[in-house]
Nanobody
Framework: QVQLVESGGGLVQAWGSLRLSCAAS????????MGWFRQAPGKEREFVAT????????YYADSVKGRFTISRDNSMNTVYLRMNILNLDDTAIYYC????????????????WGQGTQVTVSS
């Protein structure tokens, strides 16, 4: 069973950048498709990005396309989310998640979740 720990969140000014990391324990990290989701105060959790086990397939929410980049390093058991040109609407708790099988934008299809990392964008 994979366990996930996110890091890299913090306070950043609008137009700034952050890189989130999600470290996975366990030897089967490369078997899993990975996703990033976020939840803002008072809102439902929403899809941000997903990447296939090989890294060859990536999908993004329209709201982050062109600004965020998801990547993974299977030798380091880590998935990343590079976030550029951050705006106030990006403020949320960011979660990484894992699932066996193909990429998905649906959070209910992910089996394993991290504890989340807070990203706060200030004006």
């Amino acid at each position: 069973q994979v366990q996930l720990v996110e890091s890299g969140g913090g306070l950043v000014q609008a137009w700034g950048s952050l890189r989130l990391s999600c470290a996975a324990s366990g030897r089967t990290f490369s078997d899993y498709c990975m996703g990033w989701f976020r939840q803002a105060p008072g809102k439902e959790r929403e899809f941000v990005a997903t990447i296939s086990w090989s890294g060859s397939s990536k999908y993004y929410a329209d709201s982050v396309k062109g600004r965020f980049t998801i990547s993974r390093d299977n030798s380091m058991n880590t998935v990343y989310l590079r976030m550029n040109i951050l705006n106030l609407d990006d403020t949320a708790i960011y979660y990484c998640a894992a699932r066996r099988g193909g990429t998905s934008t649906r959070d209910e299809l992910y089996d394993i979740w991290g504890q989340g990392t807070q990203v706060t964008v200030s004006s």
